[in-house]
């Protein structure tokens, strides 16, 4: 897994990113409006393509794009 594919994933996932914008050191927070329901689709999106199950405090102790990946790719079998 690549975070190129990641960050592709996200932007085809949320229609407020403009393709393009997200990078490894994006602040996903700030990128756009972020809410509980952003969170749920995030949840959703990373159990659906890879099979790894994250939580709140997971998407609260990452600040960018990157950390979330690194807690994905730890998780992935």
Same mark, same amino acid.
């Given at each position: 897994?690549?975070i190129?594919?990641?960050?592709?994933?996200l932007?085809?996932?949320?229609?407020d990113?403009?393709p393009?914008?997200?990078?490894?050191? &994006?602040?996903?927070?700030e990128v756009?409006e972020? =809410? &509980?329901? =952003?969170?749920?689709?995030?949840?959703?999106?990373?159990?659906?393509?890879?099979?790894?199950?994250i =939580?709140?405090?997971?998407?609260?102790? &990452?600040?960018?794009?990157?950390?979330?990946f690194?807690?994905?790719? &730890?998780?992935?079998?």
């Open positions: 897994m690549k190129e594919d990641f960050i592709t994933c932007e085809e996932e949320y229609e990113i403009t393009g914008t997200l990078k490894p050191q &994006s602040i996903f927070r756009f972020w =809410n &509980s329901i =952003n969170a749920l689709i995030l949840i959703a999106l990373v159990k659906t393509q890879y099979d790894v199950t =939580n709140a405090e997971d998407i609260a102790a &990452s600040k960018t794009v990157e950390d979330l690194r807690i994905i790719t &730890s998780r992935v079998k």
